[in-house]
């Protein structure tokens, strides 16, 4: 199968990713603060008891707002804060010389977190099927409250999911390049890791070839209903009745002794695997049809509010968190069927 690359269609499916912060506004990362109201500092202050006297000696710190004095976090006196603008200007130099326009940006918990996404100027085709394209993303963010630190994700989006996973770490460390390097701390030698993290980031375009000529191998792995059922069981956890002494499945309520839980999700996921997106190209019944399912159901499901707007904490965990840690788990286990 042949793996092409296309300039960016008109009107593109829109992942649910894309509903997080807001439409970035502006050409610089001035003019882009500015507009989403992230253009305030931090500062780090030591930590007094109402007495006056510092809490432990000064090893402490906070983190705060110095629009609206917001403590954010408490830190040690290694800390370093790194600045909103510190984490966007990572991508300013990609959009200077490689064409990345910016997406959206937000925050969350007044600040705790920043975040913002990037989108490169090339799609990229799996196979011969027109309609299976992948859209290129940089996604980036930062915690203010001591939480963590910088990071930043190489990624694709297929039609309405994202498809970065385990690919990027494989990716790097055949190239030489620890994985590690896409996560900053927020120490003495954070200016000099992002140095590095921006020469990383160039080679995005070449992490989604990969994963797209793994894409295709994957095409032509094909699995029985049996084999979905088992993989969906391993990559969700869902918890099998078993015998206690024998060990053996009990199957009365379900033939895979899953509880009422697992088995809601299930039927979710087979009723995608009969989704267009997931038979589209004679990709029907295949292990890349099998991710798919997966990585849509996390992306879609129990991400959204009651008024129907998207809880952004819950979608920041499909790019950086649990959700993440899911697809990863799923397609390592997919690639060991690669022959």
Same mark, same amino acid.
């Given at each position: /199968?042949?793996?092409?690359?296309?300039? @960016?269609?008109?009107?593109?499916?829109?992942?649910?990713?894309?509903?997080?912060?807001?439409?970035?506004?502006?050409? &610089?990362?001035?003019?882009?603060?500015?507009? %989403?109201?992230?253009?305030?500092?931090?500062?780090?202050?030591?930590?007094? &008891?109402?007495?006056?006297?510092?809490?432990?000696?000064?090893?402490?710190?906070?983190?705060?707002?110095?629009?609206?004095?917001?403590?954010?976090?408490?830190?040690?006196?290694?800390?370093?804060?790194?600045?909103?603008?510190?984490?966007?200007?990572?991508?300013?130099?990609?959009?200077?010389?490689?064409?990345?326009?910016?997406?959206?940006?937000?925050?969350?918990?007044? !600040?705790?977190?920043?975040?913002?996404?990037?989108?490169?100027?090339?799609?990229?085709?799996?196979?011969?099927?027109?309609?299976?394209? /992948?859209?290129?993303?940089?996604?980036?963010?930062?915690?203010?409250?001591?939480?963590?630190?910088?990071?930043? *994700?190489? #990624?694709?989006?297929?039609?309405?999911?994202?498809?970065?996973?385990?690919?990027?770490?494989?990716?790097?460390?055949?190239?030489?390049?620890?994985?590690?390097?896409?996560?900053?701390?927020?120490?003495?030698? /954070? =200016?000099?890791?992002?140095?590095?993290?921006?020469?990383? *980031? @160039?080679?995005?375009?070449?992490?989604?070839?990969?994963?797209? =000529?793994?894409?295709? +191998?994957?095409?032509?792995?094909?699995?029985?209903?049996?084999?979905? #059922?088992?993989?969906?069981?391993?990559?969700?956890?869902?918890?099998?009745?078993?015998?206690?002494? &024998?060990?053996?499945?009990?199957?009365?309520?379900?033939?895979?002794?899953?509880?009422?839980?697992?088995?809601?999700?299930?039927?979710?996921?087979? +009723?995608? *695997?009969?989704?267009? &997106?997931?038979?589209?190209? !004679? /990709?029907?019944? #295949?292990?890349?049809? %099998?991710?798919?399912?997966?990585? +849509?159901?996390?992306?879609?499901?129990?991400?959204?509010?009651?008024?129907?707007?998207?809880? =952004?904490?819950?979608?920041?965990?499909?790019?950086?968190?649990?959700?993440?840690?899911?697809?990863?788990?799923?397609?390592?286990?997919?690639? =060991?069927?690669?022959?």
């Amino acid at each position: /199968m042949s793996i092409q690359i296309n300039r @960016k269609r008109e009107n593109s499916m829109i992942p649910a990713v894309t509903l997080m912060g807001k439409a970035a506004v502006g050409t &610089t990362v001035d003019e882009v603060l500015e507009n %989403a109201g992230l253009n305030y500092e931090i500062g780090m202050e030591p930590i007094y &008891t109402s007495s006056g006297k510092v809490i432990r000696d000064g090893n402490y710190r906070r983190t705060f707002r110095k629009d609206n004095d917001l403590t954010l976090g408490i830190v040690g006196k290694s800390y370093h804060v790194a600045q909103n603008k510190d984490l966007f200007n990572i991508a300013d130099v990609l959009t200077d010389q490689f064409d990345v326009e910016w997406d959206r940006v937000g925050s969350l918990d007044s !600040g705790r977190r920043v975040f913002g996404s990037f989108i490169l100027p090339d799609h990229i085709t799996i196979g011969d099927n027109p309609d299976e394209t /992948m859209e290129q993303r940089i996604y980036l963010s930062n915690t203010n409250d001591g939480s963590g630190g910088l990071r930043a *994700l190489p #990624t694709n989006v297929r039609l309405f999911c994202q498809n970065q996973t385990a690919h990027v770490a494989r990716m790097l460390k055949e190239w030489g390049i620890n994985p590690k390097a896409l996560s900053i701390r927020h120490s003495s030698k /954070m =200016e000099e890791r992002i140095g590095q993290l921006k020469e990383i *980031l @160039k080679i995005t375009n070449h992490l989604n070839i990969k994963f797209a =000529e793994n894409a295709a +191998e994957l095409m032509r792995v094909e699995m029985t209903e049996s084999d979905m #059922t088992e993989f969906f069981i391993d990559t969700f956890g869902w918890t099998q009745k078993t015998n206690e002494k &024998t060990g053996e499945i009990i199957t009365d309520n379900h033939p895979y002794g899953l509880a009422t839980r697992g088995q809601n999700q299930l039927e979710v996921l087979d +009723e995608l *695997l009969t989704h267009d &997106t997931n038979t589209t190209g !004679g /990709m029907a019944g #295949t292990a890349w049809a %099998a991710y798919n399912a997966v990585t +849509e159901y996390i992306d879609h499901n129990g991400i959204l509010l009651a008024s129907g707007k998207p809880k =952004e904490s819950s979608v920041m965990n499909t790019v950086f968190g649990v959700g993440a840690t899911r697809k990863a788990k799923a397609w390592s286990n997919l690639m =060991e069927l690669v022959v």
